[in-house]
């Protein structure tokens, strides 16, 4: 096994509605970690907004970067590499990340790093807080099921960076689901954790929704699940019912868990995986991590809550592999708006 040099990364995390900046040491010590949401923001508009989202990453990234250096307690002569998140994302947010990295690798005259988003979620099962019990390292080859907002697939990781795509989705991504479905139900955005909150009150057995089971594949589809949903809701609307919106939201987490899971596990089995890692920020949901944590067969990694929704952290961290791993990136490097992971 290769040993791994020691180093510090700075990383920047704005692919979407987050200006995120952290410091890690050796990939997996998580020493600082700052995330400015501009989630208050876009709820006005019900989603987010390219143009407001770029101008507040404009705002917020200065200072972000410099509480994070004060949280870590280092300054930037201490850092050995600075990793930036490249894509998939807004192209205007990713920019103004970018950037800032670029300024401070040519300033500081060390490499940057350029990484993909869905690799750092990935990697977020790597860390841990600096001065905790260090938990156990993910072991490969490694069944990844990546559940964001803009992406549902499973991966199989053989190794550090190496990963193999089995299978994604076909139409709407499952965080895009729960964003989608929770309009149709008028809740607030975002959607996951509305839905989640909701169907906590709800009956998951009410309504029998459709699981798009994809037999033979590792896809996944979930436009049939929430046109099903919405055409429940316009049928009770038409017998002039009031939504019985519990149970509605808690019937359609239970259709997405049960697809999520089940397909994973499948999946974990066939590939002779050792461990499973769930990523992404629909990660957060409560009835899905309690899915994967209440069976015994595998191993399963899901980050903690605050490394689930978008960071700079899993950045960091995915970022110090690529730099020990020789993987440098040029200062000339372009954003990659939709940049697949393999
Ligand atoms: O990873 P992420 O923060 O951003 C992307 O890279 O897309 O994921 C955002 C997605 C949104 O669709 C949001 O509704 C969903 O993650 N999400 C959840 C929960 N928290 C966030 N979905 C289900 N349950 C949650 N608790
Ligand atoms: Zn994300």
Redesign the pocket.
């Known amino acids: 096994m290769t040993t791994l040099p020691s180093a510090r990364i700075l990383a920047i995390e704005s ?2 509605d ?1 200006t995120a900046c952290a410091v890690i040491e050796n990939g997996r010590a998580l020493l600082a970690s700052v995330v400015a949401s501009q989630m208050e923001i876009h709820a006005r508009y019900g989603g987010v907004y390219p143009e407001v989202a770029s101008r507040q990453h404009v705002l917020s990234i200065v200072p972000v970067v410099e509480q994070a250096l004060a949280q870590s307690h280092l300054t930037l002569k201490d850092i050995d590499a600075v990793a930036v998140t490249r894509g998939p ?1 807004l192209a205007g947010s990713l920019v103004v990340g970018m950037n800032m990295a670029k300024g401070l690798a040519l300033g500081l005259g060390r490499p940057l790093v350029g990484v993909n ?1 869905l690799e750092g ?1 990935i990697y977020s099962s790597w860390v841990y807080d600096a001065g905790e019990v260090v938990p156990p390292e993910p072991q490969f080859p490694l069944m990844a099921l990546l ?5 549902t697939e499973l991966n199989l990781m053989t190794d550090h960076l190496e990963y193999q795509r089995l299978g994604s989705t076909l139409d709407d ?4 689901a ?2 989608k479905v ?1 309009r149709l139900l008028g809740l607030a955005y ?4 509305s ?2 909150k909701a169907a906590e009150e709800g009956d998951p057995t009410r309504f029998s929704f459709p699981r798009a089971w994809l037999e033979g594949t590792d896809n996944f589809s979930f436009s049939g699940l929430k046109t099903a949903v919405l055409y429940e809701v316009r049928e009770l609307e038409k017998k002039r019912f009031t939504l019985p919106v519990h149970d509605l939201a808690a019937s359609f987490q239970a259709a997405v868990v049960d697809v999520l899971f089940t397909k994973t596990m499948e999946a974990a089995r066939e590939h002779q995986a050792k461990e499973i890692l769930v990523a ?3 990660s ?3 009835a ?1 991590r309690k899915a994967f944590q209440s069976q015994t067969e595998f191993r399963v990694h899901i980050p903690p809550l605050a490394l ?3 960071n700079a952290a899993m950045i960091a961290a995915a970022g110090y592999f690529r730099f020990a791993l020789g993987h440098i990136s040029p200062l000339d490097i372009d954003v990659q708006p939709t940049w697949p992971l393999s």
Do not use: Y
């Open positions: 692919s979407c987050e994302g988003h979620h559940v964001s907002g803009g992406h991504a499952a965080g895009e729960f964003d929770a975002p959607g996951g954790p839905i989640q992404g920020g629909v957060a949901n409560r899905l689930c929704t978008d």
